[in-house]
């Protein structure tokens, strides 16, 4: 078994914080005033999120979503949001409903990228109830030292 690096270790361990405080915060909204009934946050997808040494994968899983028109997308300050909206589908007519374990509504997720994620990457596409976002991963730039002259 190789030696651990403490510092990759580290980096592990502040996303993992980072991705427990979201989870706790998932649900809230800055402008909560602005949600209509239809809006608020009901449910929240799971997610899967993979690193390779190029970049991060994140699989969200929205059965029930109809298309990509119901899910938003958004990056700002190092968090990705997904929002959107799962419909209850409609009643069959002249049956009475006996059991309803399905939720519907309003969703949103915050997903913390890593600092070294490039923004300007973000790719999204949707098949079978299944969203995959990804993002290059920059390279570290190796910086020139020049003499220094009087």
């Known amino acids: ?7 990759q270790e ?23 005033a602005r949600e209509s009934a239809s809006e608020k946050t009901v449910w929240a997808p799971k997610v899967n999120i993979y690193e390779r040494d190029e ?4 699989f969200v899983e929205l ?24 419909r209850e589908p409609a009643l069959v007519e002249g049956a009475e409903q006996v059991l309803a374990e399905g939720s519907f509504g309003g969703f949103r997720r915050l997903i913390s990228l890593p600092d070294e994620a490039d923004p300007s990457s973000i790719t ?5 109830g299944v ?9 570290p730039r190796r910086l020139e030292i020049s003499e220094f002259t009087d």
């Open 1 to 7: 078994m190789a030696p651990s690096d403490p510092f």
């Open 10 to 32: 580290l980096a592990f361990f502040q996303r993992r914080m980072q991705r427990l405080l979201e989870e706790s915060l998932r649900g809230r909204r800055s402008a909560p």
């Open 55 to 58: 970049a991060v994968v994140i």
């Open 63 to 86: 059965p029930g979503v109809g298309s990509r028109d119901e899910v938003e997308l958004e990056f700002q300050e190092g968090l990705l949001s997904v929002s959107g909206v799962r």
């Open 124 to 128: 999204a596409k949707m098949k079978a």
């Open 131 to 139: 969203l995959e976002i990804r993002a290059a991963k920059r390279k």
